[in-house]
């Protein structure tokens, strides 16, 4: 595993204890425990609903558990508010900037409000619009801002201030794939420089690619949690993807593994529209036997790979249901093109 940021204590930057939080009937958190450790990022994944939210607004002092703890940069959410809001940023699901205000005006009178000089606040915003492509935009209101735009300059207020701490809540839903690139750079940057995050996201792929923990929540319970690889390798062994050179032994090759009784190895199965088979595995002796197997047989190989299980999987395997749409939408486009 590489590790990003391996600056400070090795101290949590967030401890979260038993928090509660009851909306009438609804459990939104029912006892959640989370650490973040200091300079790294933890990713909470879950679907719709899971708490992800509540969790981030108890955490901002936005709304007050009903039980259990919470501290910040070692603040504590109940008794010491005012401090932690000094050393957190935040992002929230819906972005929220000043509409008649200017990119440029939005970021400078937050740095005004964090106490930064003038001509520091305008450095600060000069700078994090560059960083998010804004800078041609900088003068014009935000409310003609598109929805990325808004977006992007919401992000850029959250880190204006650089924050110890960084709140993500689904930072790039809805973004286009450039610019989600660009708000992943600028979280890791954030990291390099030091800062903690917690990510909440409904993206596979973000959590893979920013967090180096993942805590997976559902119904306001932790049910999961762990080193991305940790948790991947837990929901099963790896799974070993041949492209034969010649996509027309696709069937000759599953064929040879099927009845090649090899031990353990419970099934082998051709994707054809990737042109590759794919065989579960549950140890090395397997993959020595498989490969043994094909070179024997004298098939010609182009490419050789193993995967761990992907981060839908494991959602799959712990919630016992699909994560939510952007996963589906990979699936759909999959179906199109076998069907094509
Ligand atoms: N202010 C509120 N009043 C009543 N119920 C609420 C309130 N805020 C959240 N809830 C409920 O608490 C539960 C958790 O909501 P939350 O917004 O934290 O989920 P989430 O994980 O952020 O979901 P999403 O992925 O859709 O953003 C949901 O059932 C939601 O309807
Ligand atoms: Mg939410």
């Known amino acids: 595993m590489t590790r990003k940021n391996t ?19 609804t459990k939104a958190l029912d006892g959640v425990d989370l650490d973040v450790r200091e300079g790294t990022v933890l990713g909470v994944l879950g679907p719709n ?22 501290r910040v940069a070692g603040y504590d959410v109940l ?11 935040m992002t929230g699901q819906y972005a929220s900037v000043d509409e008649k205000l200017s990119g440029f005006e939005n970021l400078y009178m937050i740095g005004r409000l964090l106490d930064l000089s003038r001509k520091d606040a ?7 619009l560059e960083r998010f492509s804004l800078t041609e935009a900088a003068k014009r ?6 929805g990325g735009m808004r977006r992007r300059l919401d992000l850029a207020a959250s880190m204006i201030g650089q924050p110890a701490v ?4 689904e930072p790039t839903t809805g973004l286009d794939p450039r610019t989600r690139n660009e708000v992943w750079e600028e979280v890791q940057r954030m990291v390099t420089e030091g800062a903690t995050v917690l990510l909440t996201t409904q993206y596979m792929e973000e959590a893979e690619q920013l967090a180096q923990e993942l805590t997976v929540i559902d119904r306001g319970r932790v049910i ?37 009784g090899l031990d353990g190895i419970t099934g082998a199965s051709a994707d054809e529209a ?15 036997a498989v490969i043994g197997l094909l070179s024997e047989r004298g098939f010609a190989v182009a490419d050789i790979s193993t995967h761990l299980p992907s981060l839908d999987e494991v959602f799959l395997a712990v919630t016992g249901q699909k994560a939510s749409a952007p996963a589906e939408q990979d699936d759909t486009d999959a179906l199109q093109e076998v069907a094509a």
Not at 141 to 146: E, F, G, K, N, R
Not at 166 to 169: A, N
Not at 230 to 257: F, H, N, Y
């Open 49 to 70: 609903g899971a708490g992800k939210t509540t969790l981030v607004r108890a955490l901002s002092t936005l709304i007050r558990p009903d039980a259990g703890t919470a």
């Open 7 to 25: 600056s400070g204590s090795g101290g949590n930057a967030v401890e979260v204890r038993g928090l509660v939080k009851h909306f009438g009937a």
């Open 79 to 89: 008794t010491q508010p005012r401090q932690l809001r000094r050393v957190i940023g």
């Open 274 to 288: 990737e042109g590759t088979v794919s065989v579960p595995l549950l140890s090395d002796e397997q993959l020595t």
């Open 141 to 146: 209101p935000a409310m003609q801002y598109s």
């Open 122 to 128: 305008r450095r600060r915003a000069d700078s994090m």
């Open 166 to 169: 960084l709140y993500l809540d």
């Open 224 to 260: 999961a949690g762990g080193r991305v690889d940790e948790l991947k390798a837990k929901v099963g062994g790896r799974t070993l993807v041949i492209r034969p050179a010649d996509r027309g032994e696709l069937p000759r090759m599953v064929g040879a593994l099927a009845q090649a």
